[in-house]
């Protein structure tokens, strides 16, 4: 494992120590300020041998997310047995391969994010961490917090899914319900947090739940066999699942690991609650606040996301395309669906490139 | 993969051809009939050579249990992406890994049989499948007859979890729920089978959900390095997990794949519905229907497993013991875990040799 050399802010380019905890980035002057990215010299990594090293490393054993180890921190992790999902091949479309992250610890892609979050917070001896969640966070937060030993205290809408509540509650954790949505939810916390001591461990707010999430990025190339798929269809609320990808395609180029042209990132929300689609459509740079949100895909309830300006700027760069989706089909199955899967095309030239779906998420 | 030779009764040792569908033994007398296991010639298999190809062969792919292509039926999978679960090294008991069951596709270990049991429903033409389910199998078939387009009749005991029955019902299958136990169910299934042309894909009343459990046993030597546990300690409902690792531990040790001895085998049951743990304390060959039959465990409400002599002959070869376990301890998560993990012991010896506790199923 890489020791990091520093924290970037994407905004105003400053580097920060990654020594002690950080949130977000102390050096921007301007509001709201730069979520921060890791960064390691990764020289010492370049070229196929470092990149075969890993299948064969992980060899006989389950590693899990970790099996990336060589391009994350060098720290113990608090693991549960998150990432390296299966990749799923359409019936229905050949051309398109579906990820399967409901295979995750608690059900969901959030276990990458909270494991590196979480494992970083042992590592830097934190004792209280604090986030708002849609749903799903809380169940993964809850869940790493008690692996670690560590308290957990959650803010989530009054009518987030059963589900989630009861499983944060049944991890320990300290959960409130609040009358609002996960913005209210983020301001308490935000309120809070310094008087109570604890650290916000909210999407975007700190550091590594980004790089937790970059192993999406990393798995989906290596299990198409080190190639770009054509694009990559993805359910946006906090967005951190595509920005950690993004991270993860452009570690893979600067350590020449991949082949083929970067896919076309595809933002998919739900109808009424689509601020980055609206921002998208109009042209904008970041999002305005969305009234009313609500949709049956709860972690898709998020009506201004924290890193709106870099999804925007990613979905722009890659020549991608921001979509609000409504959930006009009438089974059960079908609405749980449309808003909460994710698809990416393969490059081989020998199938039809067709689009289909593929669960990010499971249960939403 | 290998082609079947033939389909193998543990009771009267007939040979019985894999060519059609078969249900139990044709050929035995008494009652009832001995389940069929599935025969293959593996010598060409033998030595270390053929096994590390299964490492070399995943390579970067995810193939879950079907890595094991090799030692299962030579036929085109119906997949969902189960098996290659984590083991988690335990931190309260340092000599003890958790096999994580929970990541399967719907939440269990039920993946792995019905996955192979419908991958050969669908090799043979089969159109209607039918099974009683005291609420995680339901879950498995339904959604691997949707995968395959298969049609699925289930019978549930009507307080199985809710859970269990919206799934079954989301993925498009025929719910019955029946005012009684699984016993009741399984009657329910075989007394309409014939005039409703469904075929009986029970537990041990087919041959593939065996071998499709038997992948837990490779999985779990595989992934301690090739060599056996000192003990399993099993959650045993109708019991096709151990019978299937047991089946694993044999092929393995044909295959010269594995080292050590083979391990205690701990049959885990729940206080209040107990009959294979009452029958290995009173010395009997097979169990006893118990009566009022209950736990929260809902997976392990099993009042006579069809496979009970199966168990019993296991237990005792593998010089382990069969034990019923109250839950006595207050909080939820401990409820839910008392009767429903499992754990095996590592056999290095710098460790420590404590029992910790496996999720072998999630969500009970």
Redesign the interface.
């Known amino acids: 494992m890489p020791a990091i050399a520093y924290l970037e802010c994407p905004r105003c380019h400053a580097h920060i120590s990654a020594q002690s905890p950080q949130t977000v980035c102390s050096e921007c002057t301007d509001q709201p300020a730069g979520s921060l990215f890791v960064r390691y010299d990764l020289s010492h990594l370049h070229g196929t041998e470092a990149r075969e090293a ?2 064969r490393d992980a ?4 590693r ?1 997310m970790w099996r990336y180890h060589s391009v994350l921190p060098d720290v113990v992790p608090v ?3 998150e990432g ?5 091949q359409s ?1 229905r479309y050949p051309g398109v391969v579906v990820k ?1 992250e409901g ?3 608690t ?1 969901t892609f959030k276990a990458r994010g909270l494991a590196m979050a979480v494992t970083m917070a042992q590592h830097y001896g934190l004792k209280k961490l604090a986030v708002p969640s849609a749903g799903n966070a809380a169940g993964a937060l809850a869940a790493y917090a008690a ?1 670690a030993g560590i308290e957990a205290h959650i803010f989530m809408p009054h009518d987030v899914p059963f589900a989630n509540y009861v499983e944060a509650i ?2 320990g954790a300290n959960v409130t319900l609040v009358d609002g949505l996960i913005s209210d939810c983020a301001r308490i916390v935000n309120e809070r947090k310094q008087q109570e001591g604890w650290f916000d461990i909210s999407t975007l707010k700190e550091p590594f739940r980004i790089e937790g999430k970059k192993t999406m990025g990393y798995e989906l190339v ?2 198409l ?2 190639e770009y798929p054509d694009a990559v269809f993805y359910p946006t609320g906090g967005g951190v699942g595509m920005i950690g990808m993004w991270k993860a395609f452009e570690e893979l180029e600067e350590l020449g690991w991949v082949k083929g042209k970067r896919p076309k990132m595809i933002a998919i929300q739900a109808a009424d609650c689509a601020p980055v689609a609206r921002a998208f459509d109009q042209g904008e740079a970041v999002s305005q606040m969305w009234q009313d949100a609500h949709t049956f895909a709860s972690g898709l309830r998020v009506p201004k996301p924290y890193g709106d300006a870099l999804i925007l700027e990613i979905v722009r760069a890659s020549g991608g395309v921001a979509l609000a989706l409504t959930t006009t089909r009438s089974s ?2 079908s609405r749980i669906g449309a808003a909460t899967r994710a698809c990416c095309f393969r490059p081989k030239a020998r199938r039809p490139r067709q689009p289909t779906i593929i669960c990010w998420r499971r249960g939403l």
């Open positions: 890993i299948a060899g006989t054993a389950w899990g693991t549960l047995g390296w999902t299966p990749m799923l019936k399967e295979a995750n610890p059900g692996a049944a991890y290596e299990q066999g080190w059960l199955l």
